[in-house]
């Protein structure tokens, strides 16, 4: 397996010497893959990017040169962009090719554009987190937040993209991301008809049905902007098949060829491709073998228990934790012999702290882990221990120890967490895995999976796994490993980028 890895990585590297770097690479994304900084003495300093987007992207500047367009998001990347008066400028990376460009918003329209329509709305609706009886509310202010926040922030990052396109004489290929960025595409295409344009989708793409909480006018603007991409990428194939829905019943003019996954509107052909993301194998394995993570590994041991289940998530309400928690609860009720001997680890980052229906949500996990533990505990011993806070490499060295890893999120595009945990363990710890997570699809076979509602079937999906014949987790966690091993984030670049590249090529011989 380790050649097939090395074979992704030169193909990759092929691609982007002989093929990508007679071209211009924008990427656009509204968190950058850089984060400035000031410390507590006001020291203006800078460290990577957090995000599953910024992850899955970053590792490109290792082999082509990227003109990366974000937003600026904290008081010092304002101070950086007016520093580089609002151009793009050499990211100060060792090795890396990136030039980094931030736009600067007015607050309030920031925040109607990220904290109205981008989350909760967006967020919400693609991940069916709307109880539908009673939310979400469209009023006048979140139809003046698409308006005044949504609209003009996307129609920003298109200008700024145009700006980058016509200022080099190298053909650019413009890649889009995620649900910040649906009307970009449509404003791009207008001031640039030719370009080759990708947007690529980070989270789930739900239903027509579902899509149909929002007004007409704000879902035809998204599905009509998409449409102006050329390349339109999905996380799984089920999403591929409920975005062509959604194209075949909203838009008039769409014709829809669902074996060939494509949307021909007035001669234009859009691809629409499952680009399932992955991780940097190669990047992690070397993370475990660093001094930092010994020395939080070191740390983590004594709180282990004889057998012990660890959760990484991101604290929101889509990731599930407090029916994974329930159901551990139900797993120690029924179960007493595994009192006094399992432990329970949660390694949750902060996010969103500032919205209030993630405020209530962590709430309501930490008062589940107090009564939990208060239900349970002895002298000598504790049910669940919680780590708050965003810290990668302590939550690594906990996935390392772990004997059972609970991935039970409602639904996700993807959950990297659920292969990184697979690809750190190094006790043939056994994967319980949400059949609602993109990830499913690829590892599902070699985990346990469950119905992310089903408390029931959590529970014992938990009892499986602690009593689980050694045999057979090893021959589990080895499958695991390859499959991730096999299909890593070199493997989802070329894929993305070879599709991009092909098209550009076809179109550039087409002209000529």
Known sequence: METEQTDNERQL???????????????????????????????????????????ALSSLSRYVEIDWIASAMGRGDREIAQRAEGKHFKAPLDDDNLYLR???????????YYSIICNPLLWFLQHYMWNSPTTPNIDIVTHDAWDNGYVPVNQAFAKAIVEESMSSELPPIVI????????????????????VIQHFTHIPWPSLSYWQLLPSSMRQAIFESLCAADIVGLQTVRDVYNFLRCCESSLDKAKVDYEQHTVNIEDRLIQVKAYPISIDVVGLKKLTSSTRLKEYEAKLRPLCGEQTIVRVDRAEPSKNITRGLRAFDKLLERYPEFRGKVKFIAFLVPTRSHLRPY??????????????NSKYATEEWYPIDLFYENNYVQAIA????????LVNAVIDGMNLVAKEGPTVNDRDGVLILSETVGACDQLGQHALTVAPADLEGTTQALYTALTMPLDERKKRASALKKSIEAEDITDWLLHLLGDAVNLAEERSAKAT
């Open 102 to 112: 931030f736009l600067v918003f007015p607050r309030s329209t920031y925040h109607k």
């Open 359 to 372: 405020q209530r949500y962590m709430q309501r996990v930490t008062e589940l882990i107090e009564t939990i």
């Open 176 to 195: 889009l991301n995620d649900y910040h960025l649906y009307l970009a595409a449509a404003y791009v295409r207008r001031q640039l008809p030719d370009v």
């Open 398 to 405: 906990g996935m390392r120890l772990y004997d059972a890893f």
């Open 13 to 55: 590297k092929e691609l982007c010497r002989r093929r990508l770097s007679a071209r211009r690479l924008i990427l656009a994304s509204n968190r950058g893959p850089i984060e400035y900084y000031f410390t507590e003495n006001g020291e203006l300093r800078f460290r990577r990017g957090s995000g599953g987007v910024v992850t």
